[in-house]
């Protein structure tokens, strides 16, 4: 789907997420939650996403207020991911220049060595947000 939040400055800024749930709340997602969603996301609560289906030529539209999911749901999700994932999700700062993709890669390996059966918990920067609609057209 496509999440668009806003700057502080009110510009538009949108990109694809992974929808990884649906319940009575809202729709839910996961981040981190220092990359540049997650900013903006805590500057502004509110946001819209967009689902295109090509197939049929439809497209559904939300738009609604953005919470966090509760830290048991983010722990209990982050936990189904694969080992790499995990890895990846803690190794790397999301949204934010590094020197060279080797720096990643170092980072990489010496977590995967620290954490080599069950991988990393879930770090405090990441985690899952709910969009409560507001609007669905």
């Not at 509110?46 to 295109?52: D, G, K, Q």
């Not at 738009?63 to 999700?77: F, H, I, M, N, Q």
């Not at 790499?84 to 010496?110: H, M």
Request: aromatic content about 10%; hydrophobic content about 35%; glycine content about 6%.
């Amino acid at each position: 789907m496509t999440l668009a939040t806003t700057t502080r400055s009110g510009r538009p800024s949108a990109r694809m997420v992974l929808l990884k749930g649906i319940d009575e709340r809202g729709f839910l997602f996961f981040t981190n939650y220092e990359s540049r969603k997650g900013q903006e996301l805590a500057a502004n609560r509110h946001a819209a996403l967009v689902f295109y289906w090509r197939e049929v030529n439809r497209q559904v539209r939300v738009t609604g207020r953005v919470s966090k999911l509760p830290a048991v749901e983010s722990d209990a999700y982050f936990a189904t991911r694969p080992h790499g994932s995990r890895l990846a999700a803690l190794a790397s700062r999301q949204s934010s220049v590094i020197p060279s993709r080797a720096v990643i890669e170092a980072r990489y390996r010496e977590l995967d060595t620290r954490y080599p059966d069950d991988g990393p918990p879930r770090p405090i920067n990441w985690g899952g947000y709910c969009v409560h609609p507001d609007e669905i057209e």
